[in-house]
Each structure stands twice: as structure tokens, then as C-alpha cells.
């Protein structure tokens, strides 16, 4: 896969994780640097793991 255009890439509805067909979605590809950015929301609560590994990325970030 190629180079994320910016860090919170991941975080997009729009990104696309398992990319069988090597293909990037089109949006992606037109995006600058988050132009098109939409955060994916969540319909259900985080289970504990979620939140536990939320929380250790929150102490290794600082």
C-alpha cells in the first residue's frame, strides 16, 4: 500500500483497510492532506479491550 497522505488517514470512513484488488479508494486518491476527511463513527460501545487499547496508545503518544 502505498504512503498515507496524512497521519489520521486510518481514521477515515473512506479509507479502506483490506485492499485485495491494490486498488485506493478514489476519494483517497483525489484528498489532500484531509480535504475529505470524515472521521468513522461508531454505533456500539467499545468493548474494554477498545478502550484499553485506546488508553495505552494515549500514554505512548506522550
Do not use: A
Amino acid at each position: 500500500m502505498s504512503q498515507l497522505k496524512f497521519p489520521d488517514c486510518v481514521s477515515c470512513k473512506f479509507f479502506i483497510r483490506k485492499n485485495k484488488t491494490r486498488r485506493r479508494n478514489p476519494i483517497c486518491g483525489s484528498c489532500d492532506n484531509g480535504e475529505f476527511f470524515e472521521e468513522r463513527s461508531r454505533s456500539r460501545e467499545l468493548s474494554n479491550d477498545e478502550l484499553m487499547n485506546i488508553y495505552g496508545r494515549m500514554h505512548r503518544d506522550d
